[in-house]
């Protein structure tokens, strides 16, 4: 399935690695649901929703097939979509899949990281007043760039040898023929050649905001890659940008939800301090330090005293000394980014276990309790909260320590009994 959807076709990371993680009755992995993310995942890396050159991935594509986006670039779910092309490569073997993680990370660390170490909440999508104008092409800008040998190859596989397919007058890359392998070097060869000549451009506007639950996003994903791809400089990335996060972000025991140049403010949400526990504990995976594990403690106690409705279970998305609002929601279901709720859940489940707190074991399990219902009414869009609860409801053994991998399953009677 390239796309459950005709038209436009938006990134749902949190879907896709529920199908990877799925098993059938025999506990095996269920090979349809696994094709199906893998599937999708091939395609969109193929698509021009994928920046060929530069990696990393824009916002949405405006039709089925991944080939036109919407050319902004967010912090927040290329974080989640390199945690899960890490996983695709685990389970998959195929080299695509890690080729597309390491050009995110090389994007990363060209295009969004700002001084401190923390990342940049995205690119926008126009430059000199047009949308796309960076990343679009004339065809012969780029045949006068390569060499009699270069161009053939990289016109049969980014589509240049077909009519444009942006706006009808320009070409924007895609995959359109697979590569032969003896042509790869040439391709090597002929992408940063594109990539110095696109970086001459105008380029779009970076906004520098940092976003404390966008960024956390981020770390757990390079945490994540880091562990599966064995990369300790992408560690030190994610650790670039927590210690940021801590010393910037975290003040007089309250964590805030943005900064900017050094100044931050603004009392942080439920998905600030669930996405950061969460990264905390893939770090505290990918390499132990017990400063991470005071700090991920702290926020786990911080969500209950702060976020928890204890009467009828689940989290608000706003603190309780928040400024008074007609509705305190407590979402369930997932959107551009993770449920609050299911993060949370994830996240105190994971170190409750790990550390014996019955405490957070209780809270995780009072929120299950809430949302199990409108689960098994409405599944749709809560592939998050499935995933919780399934943790919940599997052995504890494989849970500890980690259940961040995409060998724990998503067990079918877990399914059933929706």
């Known amino acids: 399935m390239a796309a459950s959807v005709a038209h436009p076709s938006f990134h749902t990371p949190a879907t896709w690695l529920f199908l990877l993680r799925c098993t059938g009755p025999d506990g095996r992995s269920d090979g349809a649901a696994r094709d199906a993310a893998l599937t999708t995942l091939v395609r969109m890396a193929e698509g021009g929703i994928h920046d060929q050159l530069g990696g990393g991935f824009c916002r949405y594509s405006v039709d089925e097939r991944w080939e036109i986006p919407h050319f902004e670039k967010m912090l927040y779910d290329n974080g989640p979509l390199l945690g899960l092309y890490a996983d695709a490569w685990q389970v998959s073997g195929d ?235 407590k979402p369930m279901h997932d959107n551009s980014m993770p449920s609050g709720n299911a993060a949370a859940i994830l996240g105190l489940l994971r170190l409750g276990r790990r550390f014996g707190e019955s405490a957070w074991l209780n809270a995780a399990e009072r929120a299950l309790r809430l949302f199990q219902p409108e689960l098994g009414r409405h599944p749709e869009g809560a592939a998050t909260m499935l995933m919780a609860l399934a943790e919940a409801r599997a052995p504890t053994d494989v849970n500890a320590p980690a259940c961040t991998d995409v060998s724990c399953c998503v067990p079918e009677p877990v399914l059933q009994a929706r």
């Open 95 to 329: 080299a695509r899949f890690a080729a597309v993680a390491e050009s995110l990370v090389g994007w990363l660390r060209r295009e969004m990281l700002l001084p401190g170490g923390a990342f940049a909440s995205s690119l926008d999508a126009d430059s000199e007043g047009e949308e796309g104008r960076f990343y679009v092409w004339d065809r012969g800008e780029i045949q006068s760039l390569l060499t009699d040998d270069e161009w053939p190859v990289a016109a049969r596989h980014w589509g240049l040898d077909g009519p444009p397919n942006f706006e009808h007058a320009h070409w924007h890359l895609r995959v359109a023929a697979p590569l032969a392998p003896e042509h790869s070097a040439l391709l090597a060869s002929a992408r940063p050649k594109l990539l110095s000549r696109r970086a001459t451009r105008v380029r779009p506007a970076l906004d520098d905001k940092v976003l404390t639950g966008w960024n956390a996003l981020m770390i757990e994903g390079l945490a994540h890659a880091a562990r599966i791809f064995g990369r300790p400089d992408w560690l030190a990335l994610a650790r670039g940008a927590l210690d940021h996060v801590r010393t910037t972000l975290w003040r007089e025991g309250r964590l805030l939800a943005t900064a900017r140049h050094g100044r931050a403010h603004l009392d942080a949400y439920l998905d600030d301090h669930a996405f950061l526990l969460l990264a905390l504990i893939e770090l505290l995976q990918a390499d132990f330090r017990a400063d991470d594990l005071a700090f991920a403690r702290t926020l786990a106690e911080a969500l209950l005293a702060r976020f928890e409705d204890k009467a009828e279970g689940g989290f608000h998305f706003t603190a309780d000394d928040h400024e008074t609002l007609i509705h305190r929601p």
